[in-house]
Structure formats: structure tokens, C-alpha cells
């Protein structure tokens, strides 16, 4: 069964967020199910649903994640719809 997983990405706007972090997705096989980006000031903003096949991806997604954001200063997290939910019940 096929899990969704939230992924936010926030920084400084630059040439190539939107490639960089989608090309890991892709890497692993991960499609995009719905997105929603914008530019506050000169910060680049993104929220994306995507479908996960298996949970142990997440591992390696946030690792590949990781070296984005240290090599273009941004803020890049991914977590189980699920978790993220329950997180931001009110």
C-alpha cells in the first residue's frame, strides 16, 4: 500500500531548489501528488504531498535531502502524511 508523505522546503529563493529537491524524489520513485510553492520577499516557500512505496526510503531521502541543504543553506523536511497530521491537529 502506498503512503503519503509531506515534504516542505523553505530558504532563500535561488536558481535550482525546485530541480534539485524534485530530482531526489524522482531518484526514489516518488511521485508528486499535489504542490504548492511561493516566493514571501526573497524567500522561496514549497509544500508537496507525495506518494512513498516504502517507509525505509524515508531514510535515505532525508539524507540526499540533507547535502541540498547544507549546499544551498535551505530548510528541507519530509515526513508520513500521518505524522504530520497529528502534529498540526489543533
Request: proline share 0%.
Amino acid at each position: 500500500m502506498q503512503k503519503r508523505a509531506v515534504v516542505t522546503v523553505v530558504g532563500k529563493d535561488q536558481v535550482g531548489i525546485i530541480a534539485r529537491v524534485t530530482n531526489v524524489l524522482a531518484e526514489y520513485n516518488m511521485n508528486i501528488h499535489d504542490i504548492s510553492q511561493t516566493i514571501l520577499q526573497d524567500y522561496f516557500t514549497m509544500m508537496m504531498i507525495v506518494n512513498i512505496a516504502e517507509q525505509d526510503q524515508l531514510e535515505h531521502v532525508l539524507a540526499a535531502f540533507e547535502k541540498i541543504e547544507e549546499e544551498m543553506n535551505l530548510s528541507i523536511s519530509i515526513q508520513l502524511e500521518d505524522v504530520f497530521q497529528a502534529m498540526h491537529r489543533i
